[in-house]
């Protein structure tokens, strides 16, 4: 016997289920896009924690997905021969063998696979964070031109100026440089590959620099620093410019900015004061951008990005 249909209940269940619907679709309304991303409500109520900050936990979901997006554009690909390097490193710092160090990790409670992982994260973020960095330095030959003016004219004034002259380098170079995950010898190991490639003809200077060089911007010009007189660089540098053979790529070396090696391309001579006042303009708007970037290397992500907001 066929039961009687209750109207009445169906219709405030559908109106039931429409207010569970509605709801969700409120929590889940598009209140940002970032590179075409949408940002949703529910994101953002799940990192506002427990004083509510709107802006902080929006500002926190895009931010994850800039630092998703750098992982995905960048094509790092993590080489686990160079985990496991690192690891040995580790446990040949803390006085302890291979196998030592792996009993360490099992009396913390911690598992092998689990630690590799950890150093492998590092080492992708690590190279993210450096491509963050490099993307955001924006300087322009009229801001060196300005600045190499203006540093001239102030010399001038205080009567500090120093006359250049003589012959000028065109370098091109590639640096590494240290990080908690990369220590001086394998710096040097990896640049001696590096230069044993580019001899063997595997790959050229050029792209080699643009590749490895953590000097973003000379790296994207093929490692190339242009004509400069050698008292413009740092000592070990400096030194290495003015003993090497012309079209001769150099030793791994190191300065106080990591580990190079050096390619002298030409030489010229004449007078030319105002280019190292150019060259030293050049190196403080660097050294100033990649301070900052540095300091918030997710910053330097939204600096290229396409944020937009919604009401």
């Known amino acids: 016997m066929m039961k009687t249909l209750n109207i009445k ?18 929590a889940e ?20 924690g427990k004083k509510g900050n709107r802006q902080a936990a929006l500002d926190k979901a895009i931010d994850d997905i800039l630092v998703q ?3 995905q554009n960048s094509g790092v690909k993590v080489n686990y021969a160079q985990v496991d390097q ?5 446990a040949a710092q803390n006085g302890l063998t291979y196998g030592q160090f792996l009993d360490a990790l099992d009396y913390q409670g911690i598992s092998y696979n689990t630690y590799r992982q950890q150093i492998a994260n590092q080492l992708l973020m690590t190279e993210v964070r450096n491509q963050a960095i490099g993307q955001s330095i924006d300087v322009t030959r009229e801001q060196v031109e300005a600045l190499g003016k203006q540093l001239l004219q102030e010399a001038k004034e205080k009567g500090t100026e120093k006359k250049v002259s003589g012959k000028q380098y065109e370098v091109r170079h590639i640096l590494l440089k240290l990080n908690p995950l990369l220590n001086d010898t394998q710096a040097k190991a990896q640049l001696s590959q590096i230069r044993a490639d580019i001899m063997a003809g595997k790959m050229t200077f050029a792209d080699a620099a643009l590749k490895y060089s953590k000097d973003y911007l000379s790296g994207a ?6 004509f400069a007189f050698p008292e413009t660089y740092v000592g070990p540098f400096q030194k290495t410019v003015i003993t090497s053979k ?6 791994p070396f190191k300065t106080e900015f990591g580990w190079h090696i050096l390619e002298v391309t030409n ?3 004449g007078d030319r004061t105002l280019d190292a006042y150019r060259q030293q303009a ?8 990649v301070k900052d970037a540095e300091k918030d290397w997710v910053k330097a992500l939204r600096k290229n990005a396409d944020i937009q907001y919604f009401n």
């Not at 219709?11 to 679709?25: D, K, P």
């Not at 690192?86 to 580790?90: A, F, H, L, V």
């Not at 010009?221 to 242009?226: D, M, T």
């Not at 012309?246 to 030793?251: E, K, L, M, R, Y």
């Open 282 to 289: 050049y190196e403080q708007l660097i050294n100033s951008q």
């Open 86 to 90: 690192i690891i040995e490193g580790i």
């Open 69 to 71: 997006q750098a992982i």
């Open 9 to 26: 209940s169906i219709f405030f269940a559908l109106v039931g289920l429409f207010a569970i619907s509605t709801t969700t679709q409120a």
């Open 221 to 226: 010009n093929g490692g190339s620093l242009g």
């Open 267 to 269: 030489t010229r001579d």
């Open 246 to 251: 012309q079209g001769v790529i150099s030793a």
């Open 29 to 48: 309304r598009v209140v940002a896009t970032v590179n075409g991303i949408p940002v949703l409500e529910s994101q953002v109520k799940a990192n506002s």
